[in-house]
Structures are given as structure tokens and as C-alpha cells.
């Protein structure tokens, strides 16, 4: 592993809908992620997560009710570890924003999904992602 892993950073928006939690979840190709992204120069993680939130959903003003808590998931593809933290979106409309970069939105769809309709999407690195946030829910 790199000494010095690529680190990325995003959020686990949820949404109470119909009385039960729902979770954001932005697919790319046959990838399911919750929003993130690297972080960048002189940027903190938390200054990061907001900013992809904004950038790849449209969805700002996230309710980190639960203060600045997070959970880093262990190094993977090439020793990158991404750090996410858990806050309400509580309202606003998910845009999938054209990345200028690349021309058209990074994610192909968008999704908010019980945990029972997220966790069969999500690899094993991202379920236990879901089950931090659920516990913190509780």
C-alpha cells in the first residue's frame, strides 16, 4: 500500500421519508456509492464532503445533527480510504450536476433508498459504511 494513501471524503445524507430513514445513494455504471470525493489541497475532509454533496447532487444546507462524527473505510483499489460523515438533508431536489471536467454528470442515477433497499446494492466496504450510520441513527 502507498505510504501515502489517496484520501476522499463525502457524506451519508439521509432523508426521513414516509416515517423511515433513506439513504442517498448516486450510482456510476454498476457502482453505488454514497456522494464523495478526493480531498483537495488545503481543503479539511469535512469542507470536502460538503463541497461534492454540492457538486454531484445539488444538495445543500446538510443538518449534521450528529456533530462532525465519521467513519473511514480501509484502504482499497490502490490504498485509497475514504472518510464519510453522516448528516440530514432534510429537503431540496437531487440534480446529477454536469461535471465540467468531464462534460456530463459523474453518475449515471440517483436513488433514496431504505437500508433494506441500499444494502444489496452496496459492496461490502460501503454495507459497513450503512451499518455505521444506522447505528448512529439509533
Request: aromatic share 10%; net charge negative; charged share 30%.
Amino acid at each position: 500500500m502507498p505510504s501515502n494513501p489517496t484520501r476522499s471524503a463525502g457524506v451519508v445524507p439521509v432523508r426521513e421519508i414516509d416515517g423511515e430513514a433513506h439513504f442517498l445513494l448516486l450510482r456510476c455504471y454498476g457502482y453505488w456509492d454514497f456522494p464523495k470525493g478526493e480531498i483537495e489541497n488545503g481543503e479539511d475532509p469535512l469542507q470536502t464532503a460538503v463541497r461534492e454533496v454540492r457538486e454531484e447532487t445539488d444538495l445543500t444546507g446538510l443538518d449534521f445533527r450528529w456533530g462532525h462524527i465519521y467513519t473511514e473505510t480501509e484502504p482499497y483499489g490502490r490504498g485509497k480510504v475514504a472518510r464519510y460523515y453522516l448528516a440530514a438533508a432534510p429537503e431540496g431536489d437531487v440534480t446529477l450536476l454536469i461535471n465540467p471536467e468531464l462534460g456530463r454528470p459523474e453518475h449515471h442515477e440517483c436513488r433514496w433508498l431504505t437500508a433494506g433497499e441500499a444494502e444489496p446494492l452496496l459492496n461490502d466496504r460501503l454495507r459497513r459504511v450503512l451499518n455505521w450510520s444506522l447505528a448512529q441513527l439509533r
